[in-house]
């Protein structure tokens, strides 16, 4: 079940530049998504969201784009931090269910 | 800020016995869910709960499985008759009533079967 994916397992950024992770999706009839960050011996903590009817929504640091006709989103953070080494995992959830279908993540460090 | 808690945050349990993982929900939200990872496998819906009752549950929960909300603020997750592959992490999460609105998880119950 490859409905959503990252296809980058890792990424390194040097501190005070733009971290960029990348989503796509399968399924049209997802209209909610949905970016976690995971720390180890720790739960997904919930970072921001977007729904289908926006292409752009933005917290602090955080701003995520969603490109509906290409079924892609991702993740700026801005400026990256070394506390932001973390896993990240996108997740998307289809009109009318309530389950997260999940990413494999993309484990970012941030170099100081 | 209020958080979803989950114990024990590590259970043992011979293969065949019964297990029990526990969740303590935020105290306002409406929703309920479990969720697994097997490890190096993607996080994995198993079932969500509304108004006391199952409101969506994945393939992977069958007949082995069956959740309860035993008083107002507990939220169970039971296991019959564990197999070695039920060994995972598992999640609880829960959200407040109302449209879009992220699921909140706690950190985990790890189960090991042996």
């Known amino acids: 079940d490859q409905q959503v994916k990252q296809n980058s397992p890792s990424l390194s950024v040097q501190e005070g530049r733009i971290s960029i992770l990348n989503c796509d999706y399968t399924?049209?009839?997802?209209?909610?998504f949905l970016w976690y960050k995971k720390y180890p011996a720790e739960g997904p903590t919930f970072l921001i969201s977007?729904?289908?009817?926006?292409d752009k929504n933005e917290d602090g640091r955080f701003t995520v784009f969603l490109n509906k006709s290409a079924k892609h989103l991702s993740l700026h953070i801005v400026p990256s931090q070394p506390g932001d080494s973390a896993v990240y995992f996108c997740?998307?959830?289809?009109?009318?269910?309530?389950?997260?279908?999940f990413g494999k993540g993309t484990k970012l460090s941030v170099i100081p | 800020e209020p958080e979803v808690t989950q114990t024990p945050s590590h259970q043992v349990t011979q293969m065949g016995q019964e297990v029990i993982l526990r969740c303590v929900p935020i105290?306002?939200?409406?929703?309920f869910y479990w969720y697994r990872q097997i490890l190096g496998q993607k996080v994995e819906f198993l079932v969500s709960?509304?108004?006391?009752?199952?409101?969506?549950k994945s393939e992977i929960f069958d007949d082995q499985f069956s959740v309860e909300r035993p008083d107002g603020s507990n939220f169970t997750l039971k296991i019959r008759s564990t197999k070695l592959e039920d060994s995972a992490m598992y999640f609880c999460?829960?959200?407040?009533?109302?449209?879009?609105?992220?699921?909140?998880f706690g950190d985990g119950t790890r189960l090991s079967i042996l």
């Open positions: 999460a829960s959200t407040r009533e109302g449209n879009n609105q992220p699921q909140h």
């Open positions: 399924n049209s009839m997802f209209d909610y």
């Open positions: 977007i729904s289908s009817i926006k």
């Open positions: 997740a998307a959830r289809r009109a009318g269910s309530y389950q997260l279908t």
């Open positions: 105290s306002n939200h409406l929703y």
């Open positions: 709960f509304y108004n006391n009752e199952i409101s969506e």
